[in-house]
């Protein structure tokens, strides 16, 4: 069982950035994509940003050009890079690790970690 662990969200002014970062149990290279998903309240879950294991990465529109996705693969680490918060961000943010058998998702997912942005 794969355990993600995020860490960094908090409470911060619109403009200003933070970094989110998830800690996987195991190598992140064996899993097809890692992905940042978020969560505002009585919304559904959205897709943020993801990472394929060949490197390719896509963003929601509403993020693009503001935040940024990567990966330290020697950690097992997986980042999101916020710039430019806007209070529409705030969320629970997921960390989610994909592994693809056949034509099944298979999902892991973390705890989650609460960003606020005041305007």
């Known amino acids: 069982q794969v355990q993600l662990v995020e860490s960094g969200g908090g409470l911060v002014q619109a403009g200003e950035s933070l970094t989110l970062s998830c800690l996987v149990s195991?190598?992140?290279?064996?899993?097809?994509?890692m992905a940042w998903y978020r969560q505002a309240p009585g919304k559904q879950r959205d897709l943020v940003a993801a990472?394929?294991?060949?490197?390719?990465?896509n963003y929601a529109d509403s993020v693009q050009g503001r935040f940024t996705i990567s990966r330290d693969n020697a950690r097992n680490t997986v980042y999101l890079q916020m710039n430019s918060l806007k209070p529409e961000d705030t969320a629970v943010y997921y960390c989610?690790?994909?592994?693809?058998?056949?034509?099944?998702?298979?999902?892991?997912w973390g705890q989650g970690t609460q960003v606020t942005v005041s305007s």
């Open positions: 990472i394929a294991r060949g490197g390719g990465t």
């Open positions: 195991r190598d992140i290279l064996g899993f097809a994509s």
């Open positions: 989610n690790a994909r592994r693809v058998v056949i034509t099944t998702n298979l999902d892991s």
